[in-house]
């Protein structure tokens, strides 16, 4: 709320969204994450020849979360103000 006033917004709201997504597995969620999350792509391409390595590595981890079909969630918080 800071943020927006700072901005030059008025009327600013804080509201929470929470959102999910089904994966059938911890493979689903890493090829999603790794096409569509933009740190994730921007490091994919950075580490070029190397992210299959790095991408088997954390896959071994996201299966210790994810062992099979699953609804994820998350929580954003949104902020809309008057300008």
């Known amino acids: 709320m800071r943020e927006a006033t ?3 917004f008025r ?3 804080a509201r929470p969204f929470t959102g999910a997504i089904h994966v059938e597995s911890a493979e ?3 090829a999603f ?3 569509s ?3 994730i792509v921007a490091l994919r391409t950075k580490m070029g020849a ?3 390595a790095i991408e088997q590595r954390v896959l071994a981890s996201v299966r210790r979360h ?3 079909p699953t609804d994820l969630t998350a929580e954003a ?3 809309t103000g008057v300008r």
């Open 6 to 8: 700072a901005a030059g």
């Open 11 to 13: 009327d600013a709201v």
């Open 28 to 30: 689903e969620y890493v």
């Open 33 to 35: 994450v790794a096409r």
């Open 37 to 39: 999350a933009p740190p």
């Open 50 to 52: 190397s992210w299959p």
């Open 66 to 68: 994810v062992p099979g």
């Open 77 to 79: 918080i949104f902020t």
